[in-house]
T-cell receptor, first 114, second 113 residues
């Protein structure tokens, strides 16, 4: 299995621009998670889906952030408009079930907003 | 408010010695605890876990200890190897049907040859 796939691996953009991060979970996994890693806050859960349905988006910092999962094999995290404080590494993870011990993480997207 | 706390940002140990990574939590509803390991430019990978019904779980060189009364867990690595140098995240979840993992900020472990 290829594991969780994220694209792009690196993104540099200017403040005010729209940013879209993409994730392909492991085939057969029913749960998908978006995390953000920063030095100040560590690894934060932004939103997670189960069977393509958003379960908890309480970690999404602002309305500028949105996430979709149109099907079982694809999810996007969009920031519009982006701001310098959004600069971080964004991880996507998937697991077979919501209540399971192992989440498999993708390699992350390093976002830099200038 | 950080529900999972890893108060030491870094740890340096000599190869062959024991590494002890600590983690504290505040939510008494947490009943499952995990450690993830992360190398630079990679995503975290699952290392070891423990249920609240146990106080110890061992997997090779890695052992996790849980002290529920103190709301404290620790990861022991014996013997430490240079390849263990990474960031280690402690995580916890509760019994809710829609439970999610809450992560600490991570500890950077450096194992000196």
């Amino acid at each position: 299995d290829a594991g969780v796939i994220q694209s792009p691996r690196h993104e540099v953009t200017e403040m005010g621009q729209e940013v879209t991060l993409r994730c392909k979970p492991i085939s057969g996994h029913n749960s998908l998670f978006w995390y953000r890693q920063t030095m100040m806050r560590g690894l934060e859960l932004l939103i997670y889906f189960n069977n393509n349905v958003p379960i908890d988006d309480s970690g999404m910092p602002e309305d500028r952030f949105s996430a979709k999962m149109p099907n079982a094999s694809f999810s996007t995290l969009k920031i519009q408009p982006s701001e310098p404080r959004d600069s971080a590494v964004y991880f996507c993870a998937s697991s077979r079930q919501l209540r399971t011990d192992t989440q498999y993480f993708g390699p992350g997207t390093r976002l830099t907003v200038l | 408010d950080q529900q999972v706390k890893q108060n030491s940002p870094s740890l340096s140990v000599q190869e062959g010695r024991i590494s002890i990574l600590n983690c504290d939590y505040t939510n008494s509803m947490f009943d499952y605890f995990l450690w993830y390991k992360k190398y630079p430019a990679e995503g975290p990978t699952f290392l070891i876990s423990i249920s609240s019904i146990k106080d110890k779980n061992e997997d090779g060189r890695f052992t996790v200890f849980l002290n529920k009364s103190a709301k404290h867990l620790s990861l022991h690595i014996v013997p430490s190897q240079p390849g263990d140098s990474a960031v280690y995240f402690c995580a916890a979840s509760d019994t809710g049907a829609n439970s999610k993992l809450t992560f600490g900020k991570g500890i950077t472990l450096s194992v000196r040859p």
